[in-house]
């Protein structure tokens, strides 16, 4: 909608932020997926990964190794920015390659979907 908006010669109109999200849940809340929005000309990704303790092998948690495979099916989508976008795409390169850390905390795949969103609106206002 934002793009036929804008198509239509509403050039002053800005792509709207969608909002801040407190990295650390609420009191008595645990998701039970690991999810990362990332923005994109057509709109959004939302890759979201139910977490699953009998999957992870080795020295991640559940929550690190689901969002390596929520990273890894970004990574491999044709919307992925590269690793050279931002540092949040960076983060996810590196999780979808077995690298990165801090990748188990619950406050790991807003930051990441945070820096990517903000690099994309400087790119695209610029």
């Given at each position: 909608m934002w793009n036929e908006v804008v198509a239509t010669g509403a050039g002053d109109l800005r792509f709207g932020d969608y909002g801040a999200v407190h990295p650390i849940a609420g009191p008595g809340f645990r998701s039970k997926h690991v999810a990362v929005k990332y923005s994109?000309?057509?709109g959004w990704v939302y890759s979201r990964d139910r977490l699953t303790e009998d999957e992870h092998s080795g020295a991640d948690s559940s929550p690190a190794h689901t969002l390596r495979r929520t990273c890894r099916r970004l990574v491999t989508s044709q919307h992925?920015?590269?690793?050279r976008f931002s540092w949040g795409d960076r983060e996810v390169a590196a999780a979808a390659d077995g690298r990165g850390?801090?990748?188990?905390?619950?406050s790991k795949p807003v930051t990441i979907a945070t820096s990517h969103h903000l690099a994309y609106l400087a790119a695209r206002y610029r």
């Open positions: 994109c000309p057509a992925f920015a590269g690793p850390n801090g990748l188990g905390r619950r």
